[in-house]
């Protein structure tokens, strides 16, 4: 009777264990959208045009950043949730990497970019949170310094397709109450030119 007893103890004790690892909690951080899943069309410069009093058109320019709404969601599964303290992802950097389709002969030499990010994903079993933010993955120091050859200051009205790329976005941080790295990878795909610009102002 005892050996019956201690067996079935036994198979009670690995049966629980075998529940407990297939509970152990995991975690998923995902790139739900980047600019709504839409193309980034990118202007090398915004032209603003002015007549002088002796009759004399200036021409002048600015080089200005591009934005980008971004929606994460960070989900967990397993035991012991919901806990005391929400588990919570820290984003705290993004890098983007550009990949040229090459329109031209000679691409535009991307560079990589690192951005800093405080951003905070609080943990969600059901899949419904999502965290929205705004970020700036082209800079206007780095559009001038990677399409400074590519800008024409000498015809606002020129238009056309410098080259189309696409932008991997990688997002991670860690996990500030299981203290362990999470991540997460999207792709923007984005549009480089000199678009139409209405010369009588800046931003139009």
């Given at each position: 009777m005892r050996r019956t007893l201690f067996g079935l103890l036994t198979v009670v004790a690995v049966a629980g264990l075998l529940v407990m690892a297939g509970c152990e909690r995991t975690g998923t951080l995902r790139v739900v959208s980047i600019n709504n899943g839409n193309t980034l069309r990118v202007d090398l410069a915004d032209f603003y045009q002015y007549?002088?009093?002796?009759?004399?058109f200036v021409t002048l320019y600015q080089i200005t950043p591009d934005s980008v709404k971004v929606e994460?969601?960070?989900?967990?599964?397993?035991?012991?949730?919901?806990?005391?303290?929400?588990?919570?992802?820290?984003?705290?950097?993004?890098?983007?990497?550009?990949?040229?389709?090459?329109?031209?002969?000679?691409?535009?030499?991307?560079?990589?970019v690192k951005i800093a990010l405080s951003q905070s994903c609080v943990a969600d079993r059901t899949g419904k949170t999502r965290t929205s933010f705004f970020m700036t993955p082209i800079s206007a120091a780095w559009k001038q310094k990677v399409f400074v050859d590519?800008?024409?200051?000498?015809?606002?009205e020129f238009i056309d397709i410098v080259d189309l790329a696409d932008a991997k976005i990688t997002f991670s941080g860690?996990?500030?109450?299981?203290?362990?790295?999470?991540?997460?990878?999207?792709t923007l795909p984005v549009e480089f030119g000199n678009f139409y610009d209405d010369p009588s102002r800046f931003g139009r």
């Open positions: 007549m002088t009093p002796d009759s004399d994460l969601q960070y989900v967990e599964i397993g035991a012991g949730l919901p806990t005391w303290t929400p588990y919570e992802a820290l984003i705290n950097q993004a890098t983007v990497k550009f990949t040229s389709k090459n329109l031209t002969d000679e691409p535009p030499p991307y560079e990589d590519f800008i024409d200051t000498e015809d606002p860690y996990d500030s109450v299981a203290n362990r790295a999470v991540q997460a990878v999207g």
